[in-house]
């Protein structure tokens, strides 16, 4: 390291606040990598970057298909019952999909609020209320059709 750096270094690391009048390069080295280039401290909501889109998964999924899982979970878990209902336990996968559908679509609006920096506090709640809902429904299905198959294998011995 040449002097010119040392001294360019010296100015990025001085601190008024710090006994020694210094703060330490890596502190100086992490900050700037953690903050991403025109960072708002206002609104410190993330924007729309590839980056954050894959992060969450939410932007892989488009929400036409989301709308027809859903309609057809929600068809297929309705219509079972009614045709078959000795056989119940082939609705639990249309609720399973209904529900993964349901999700998606709330976490899509969520992420478009973020992107749009909407505050809309009754939405967002109401939005994460259709999420934890359809995260209940889908666990309870699932486990409630992995323990239902179980006991009939058990049972068909």
């Known amino acids: 390291m040449g002097s010119r750096d040392r001294v360019f270094l010296n100015s990025l ?4 606040h710090s006994p020694s009048g210094y703060t330490h390069p890596i502190s100086v080295v992490f ?9 708002d401290p206002a609104a410190p909501l993330p924007r729309r970057t590839a980056a954050n889109i894959m992060a969450t998964g939410v932007g892989r999924a488009d929400s036409t298909r989301l709308v027809r899982c859903g309609v057809i979970g929600a068809a297929g ?3 079972v019952p009614v045709i078959v209902p000795g056989l119940w336990l082939l609705a639990i996968p249309f609720i399973c999909l209904a529900s993964f559908a349901s999700w998606g679509l709330a976490a899509q609006k969520t992420q478009d609020l973020d992107i749009r920096q909407a505050t809309a506090p009754k ?15 889908g666990g309870t ?3 409630l059709g992995v323990a239902a198959v179980t006991l009939l294998l058990i049972a068909s011995r």
């Open 31 to 39: 900050s700037v990598m953690l903050t991403p280039p025109r960072f």
């Open 141 to 143: 299905a699932a486990v």
């Open 13 to 16: 690391t001085r601190n008024p």
């Open 123 to 137: 939405f967002r709640r109401w939005l994460g209320v259709a999420r934890l809902t359809a995260t209940v429904v």
């Open 77 to 79: 878990a309705l219509a």
